[in-house]
């Protein structure tokens, strides 16, 4: 099981799923103005609040800070803020201090980012080392520990959503991780076909288009057709 929600192998790609995912690339590529419809988009489609709290969260590993701090903006304009809930999220994965919670974090990380790589997590982890092994660090640490490992929101939509911000931005190299990623942690492929397709009107269609080829390269879209 997940992370804060159904096994991915049978995660529906239903209307509150798809809502999440236009909003994730809407918060990578899209304007205030955008993100705000995304936001109403979600709420209509009754896509659960705690599940936008994380996406708008986890989005500062893939957009940065600017466009994470005003999604969070918009999102408390529409939402309101509840004090208790706020509190009791932001604390985490970790109950203790300092190395404690370094730790914890270290041991989600490793697990989360081996289930997102699958066979390639060792390649990856000396790929990173090489370029820096701060990054390295940080990457298991802060992204895949204090960040990707978080309840609230499942594997499998953390990644259909990181999909959707690699798309927006036309981040070629890190969709293709992910997009290995989406299998690797569970999702069907017709969940991954459903939810590129949603990107439609919503990502600049050159990137749309590179993504949807490179995803049938992936083994996804067309896999059928060519047996």
Avoid at 6 to 24: K, W, Y
Avoid at 38 to 48: K, S, V
Avoid at 54 to 70: A, D, H, K, V, W
Wanted: proline fraction near 3%.
């Amino acid at each position: 099981m997940i992370r804060g929600g159904a096994d991915a192998a049978t995660l529906p790609f239903d209307g509150a799923t798809r809502a999440l995912v236009r909003l994730a690339a809407r918060i990578a590529g899209g304007s205030e103005l955008d993100v705000r419809d995304g936001l109403r988009e979600a709420r209509d489609a009754d896509t659960p609040p705690a599940w936008v709290e994380e996406l708008i969260l986890q989005s500062y590993l893939f957009c940065g800070f600017p466009r994470t701090l005003n999604a969070a903006r918009e999102w408390r304009r529409l939402a309101g803020r509840n004090e208790d809930e706020v509190e009791a999220k932001g604390r985490g994965l970790g109950g203790g201090t300092g190395d404690e919670v370094v730790g914890d974090f270290t041991v989600a990380g490793e697990a989360t980012c081996a289930r997102v790589y699958g066979k390639f997590y060792e390649r990856l982890r000396h790929n990173i080392v090489e370029l820096h092994p701060e990054l390295d660090r940080w990457m298991i640490v802060e992204g895949y520990g204090k960040v990707l490992s978080r309840p609230g929101l499942d594997l499998g939509r953390r990644e259909l959503c990181i999909v959707a911000a690699c798309v927006a931005s036309g981040q070629d190299r890190q969709l293709h991780s992910h997009l290995h990623g989406a299998r690797n942690v569970g999702v069907a492929d017709e969940v991954v076909d459903a939810a590129i397709d949603s990107l439609e009107g919503t990502v600049d269609a050159a990137n749309l288009e590179r993504a949807k080829m490179m995803w049938g390269k992936v083994g996804g879209r067309g896999r059928g057709a060519e047996g």
